[in-house]
């Protein structure tokens, strides 16, 4: 039963992804560059899918990408506008920040300690450069987000005492960031988060809490 399951799961992310992929083509790929920008990112993945890249990194953890669908509706419930400045944190192969800087005409800041995934972000940039967009080999618990208008977090399996202690260091930031968290919100861990507003949004494996949150004034 669990092995039907499995087969069941691996065919409806798939089935998911090529209606994604569909979608894309429909809504955004009016964008010429943001369209070459995500088929050099499919070929520079083509032997080898981000999965198998993130499970090789030393202790290896479980890949996950937010479909452009869900972004726009993310995007839009938050408000947030070309005058923004949104962090990605754990960005992955960066097609997050791509679709930003294209669709949304933001600047777009991809954190990611994965070497792989930012080289070839990176190495998509340099061939299609796109101002305002850049990519950061770092560790979102030692990077500097103190630029950040708009913090977008999307961590499948991070662990709770790093979520608490990213908590802390958005908390502290000067300049109060809008804050947006998938699965669960920051005041959980750290009670100075306000909940602004909380949707239900849908990823290749199901529904999911999305959280709007700004910091109070709260100690």
């Known amino acids: 039963m669990k092995i039907l399951k499995t087969i069941a799961l691996f065919f409806a992310v798939r089935w998911f992804n090529f209606c994604d992929w569909i ?20 070929f520079s993945y083509f032997f080898i899918s981000p999965y198998r890249i993130a499970r090789r990194l030393e ?7 937010t479909p452009h669908k869900t972004l726009h509706t993310i995007i839009n419930a938050a408000g947030i506008t070309s005058q923004d400045v949104v962090y990605d944190l754990g960005c992955g192969r ?8 294209a669709v949304v005409g933001c600047k777009a800041v991809g954190i990611e300690y994965n ?3 930012v080289k070839k972000a990176q190495s998509v940039l340099k061939l299609l450069p796109t101002a305002g ?13 103190s630029g950040a208008t708009v913090i977008y977090l999307y961590a499948i399996s991070m662990l ?25 919100s920051l005041n959980e861990y750290v ?14 494996w199901g529904e999911a809490s999305c959280y709007i949150q700004t910091v109070t004034n709260l100690e």
């Not at 960066?94 to 800087?101: D, I, M, T, V, Y």
């Open 23 to 42: 979608y894309n083509v429909f809504h955004y790929y009016n964008h010429i560059r943001f369209a070459a920008q995500e088929t050099l990112l499919f």
């Open 59 to 65: 202790g290896g953890y479980p890949y996950g990408e």
């Open 94 to 101: 960066g097609r997050s920040c791509f679709w930003l800087a």
């Open 115 to 117: 070497p792989v995934f």
């Open 133 to 145: 967009l850049e990519f950061r080999l770092e560790n979102m618990l030692e990077a500097d987000l």
């Open 160 to 184: 709770d005492s790093d979520i608490e202690k990213l908590a802390k260091k958005l908390q502290a930031l000067p300049k109060k960031p809008l804050i947006i968290t998938i699965s669960f």
């Open 191 to 204: 009670p100075a988060f306000r909940i602004i507003k909380r949707l239900q949004v849908t990823f290749p």
